[in-house]
């Protein structure tokens, strides 16, 4: 279902990066669409656009989904993706998908990445929607040392995560991106629906 982009802004014009911008944008689609199925929608991770003079990270997701306002039960955690252009649909950083596969062992509730395309041009999102649901793949651990970088993991290294690409079955390939991170490509047999999102949740 395609939204115009216009209706999902922020009202308070909190956009002062365009990547927050459209981060915005996707995850109001995605809110409106959860509560429309009764699900509250708890905003969960770290909002620190207004810090312009540096990058912090947390390791939270976007979104934690419950079954009310009363927090009783936690349905999943969701992360978003919105994308300008197809071409980096499926497309994330491979530190993120640690922290995902981490998370999806700790709450043993579905883990998702929820992918958009917003369309500034034409003044609409939801065009293309899908999500990539991230199990606990055997050996994340490592990985999640890896990009550790304080506590007792803060000096533990690997020489090369490209074993990631055989250990966990969403990834079909890694690259390294021009700002030095290294991205994962998702295996398009792992993009399922928002009907099927619904459907994990509801089980």
């Given amino acids: 279902m395609s939204r115009p982009v216009s209706s999902l802004l922020r009202d308070d014009d ?20 959860l509560q429309s199925r ?52 499926g497309i994330f950083n491979e530190r993120h998908l640690v922290k995902y596969a981490r998370w999806a062992a700790l709450y043993d509730v579905p ?10 041009d034409h003044d609409t999102v939801g065009d293309e929607t899908f999500i990539v649901e991230i199990p ?13 970088k304080d506590g007792v993991d803060a000096h533990f ?13 969403v990834v079909k390939r890694t690259f390294g991106a021009d700002d030095a991170n290294t991205v994962v490509v998702c295996d ?3 993009y399922q629906s928002l009907q099927y999102f619904e459907h994990v949740l509801d089980n």
């Fill in 188 to 190: 398009e047999s792992h």
């Fill in 136 to 148: 606990p793949f055997d050996g994340y651990e490592q990985y999640y040392r890896h990009y550790t």
């Fill in 111 to 120: 883990v998702v990445v929820f992918f958009t395309l917003v369309d500034t």
């Fill in 14 to 33: 909190n956009d002062l990066q365009s990547n927050y911008k459209l981060h915005d944008i996707g995850e109001a689609y995605l809110t409106e669409w």
């Fill in 38 to 89: 009764g699900y509250y929608v708890e905003q969960w991770g770290l909002d620190n656009r207004e810090d312009t003079d540096t990058l912090q990270y947390d390791d939270r997701m976007d979104i934690r989904v419950w079954d009310s306002e009363t927090k009783v039960k936690c349905h999943g955690l969701v992360d978003v993706k919105t994308k300008s252009s197809h071409d980096w649909l």
């Fill in 157 to 169: 290294y690997m020489d090369s995560t490209d074993s990631i690409v055989n250990e966990c079955p």
